[in-house]
């Protein structure tokens, strides 16, 4: 299967240990990065600061999720420390096309994310201006929550879409991604997938990514 990409959330990492977990980690695709300001979200992470030591200490390229307000003041911040992605929420843009043409000038993968509730049609016509597409599978926030199988139709949906456009747009789910939840994700036409627990909770790192990966492509 083409293009089964792995992102391990260091939401679930040991934060005072986050050189050792990080180098568990070697073998995934990108390392998902939660920014959250108890604003957006009932729930505060870190900033710019600790985001750029995790850059410069991951052995993979970083993936940053944005769930905060004020987008347009913080996200190129994070493309300019040189995150490869940076997703920001469409809930929280006020034009999220003029962000994201900004996060690829800085020479960013711009990324879009959507809660459970929002739908996606609006970025039907748009799918061009971004380089990926995060369909959230639980409420933003925490990590270790259920996955929402209700969100498949949205997923099947948008990459119908794509698919249609020829777009090479990849789509990410995000929330309560297991080895019993990752096929779902990726039979509805997810590409991208980020794990929090299900990768820093196992014993084994390493062999929680490869079983996910397995699992995906299954
Ligand atoms: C939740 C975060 C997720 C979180 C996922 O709001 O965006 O990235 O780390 O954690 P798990 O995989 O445990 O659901
Ligand atoms: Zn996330």
Do not use: C
């Amino acid at each position: 299967v083409p293009g089964i990409r792995i992102n391990p959330s260091i939401l679930s990492a040991d934060f005072v240990n986050m050189q050792a977990d990080l180098e568990r980690i070697g073998s995934a695709d990108f390392v998902h990065v939660d920014v959250m300001d108890n604003h957006f979200v009932p729930n505060l992470t870190f900033g710019p600061q600790m985001v750029e030591r995790v850059q410069q200490t991951s052995p993979v390229p970083l993936d940053v999720h944005l769930m905060i307000t004020d987008v347009d003041r913080w996200a190129p911040g994070y493309a300019e420390l040189g995150a490869a992605s940076v997703t920001f929420h469409l809930e929280a843009a006020a034009d999220p096309i003029a962000l994201a043409r900004r996060l690829r000038d800085i020479g960013a993968r711009a990324g879009v994310a959507v809660k459970p509730a929002t739908p996606v049609e609006g970025l039907f016509e748009v799918l061009d201006e971004f380089d990926q597409i995060l369909v959230m599978t639980v409420e933003p926030g925490f990590g270790g929550q259920s996955f929402m199988a209700d969100q498949m139709p949205k997923l099947a949906r948008l990459h119908d879409e794509a698919r249609r456009r020829g777009s090479q747009v990849w789509l990410q789910v995000d929330g309560g991604i297991s080895e019993s939840t990752i096929a779902q994700a990726a039979q509805a036409g997810a590409d991208t997938f980020v794990a929090g627990s299900a990768v820093f909770g196992a014993d084994d790192p390493g062999r929680a990514i490869e079983a996910l990966r397995r699992e995906a492509s299954s």
